[in-house]
């Protein structure tokens, strides 16, 4: 009967990965986005506080955002054989669909109508990533740490108005995390019990 119920949930974790990556435009932060309400919003696997770990970790971690993502989550919710089937289900779309783009790149490449639509796309990919900042930055901003805050405002800063790599200001903060947990003892617990 477990055997049953653990095959439902990786049928159902790949095809979630499956479809986030198939109808996701715009990069590794759009996908964040979807994982969050899906993952977070819908299926309760993991909370706010994971999200924003898998954040983290797929960001400093080398390879694209979506794949790391999907590497963490499928690890958590269902370990080695959940962390392969929600890989499977993040690199398959990708690759059909630009496999079929490069058989024909030259007529895409020409194409004003597909030039325009991709323009559009990008307006709407910005708005997404936005959406993606104001959620998780909200989430940071609740739990009411000045200390986190200071670092989120110095991170923003540092990387759009005096234009300090993010891999200083991401490895920066991973030290920082480091030493306050070494001082404190023990990591900090959020709200939903994750430490």
């Known amino acids: 009967m477990e055997q ?3 095959k439902k949930l990786l049928i159902r974790l790949f095809l979630s990965t499956l479809t986030l990556s198939a109808f996701t435009f715009g990069g590794g932060y759009v996908i964040i986005t979807l994982m969050k309400r899906k993952f977070v919003d819908d299926y309760h696997w993991i ?5 924003l770990d898998l954040v983290a970790i797929a960001q400093s ?8 993502g999907a590497i963490v989550i499928g690890y958590k919710v269902a370990g080695a ?4 089937v929600s890989v499977l289900g993040t690199v398959l779309p990708p690759f059909f669909i630009l496999s079929a783009i490069s058989a024909c790149y030259a007529a895409f490449r020409s194409n004003e109508i597909v030039g325009m639509v991709l323009a559009g ?4 990919v910005g708005a997404v990533i936005a959406s993606v900042v104001y959620d998780m930055g909200k989430g940071v901003i609740k739990e009411k740490d000045v200390f986190n805050d200071i670092i989120m405002a110095a991170a923003f800063i540092l990387t759009c108005f005096l234009n300090v790599n993010v891999i200083v200001i991401i490895l920066s903060c991973g030290v920082i995390g480091a030493l ?3 001082i404190s003892g023990r990591p900090k617990k959020t709200k ?3 430490a």
């Open 4 to 6: 049953i119920g653990k």
């Open 47 to 51: 909370d706010e506080a994971e999200m």
């Open 61 to 68: 971690a080398p390879g694209p955002i979506a794949v790391n």
């Open 81 to 84: 054989a959940g962390l392969l």
């Open 121 to 124: 796309m990008q307006a709407g």
């Open 180 to 182: 306050r947990t070494k």
């Open 192 to 194: 939903g019990g994750a």
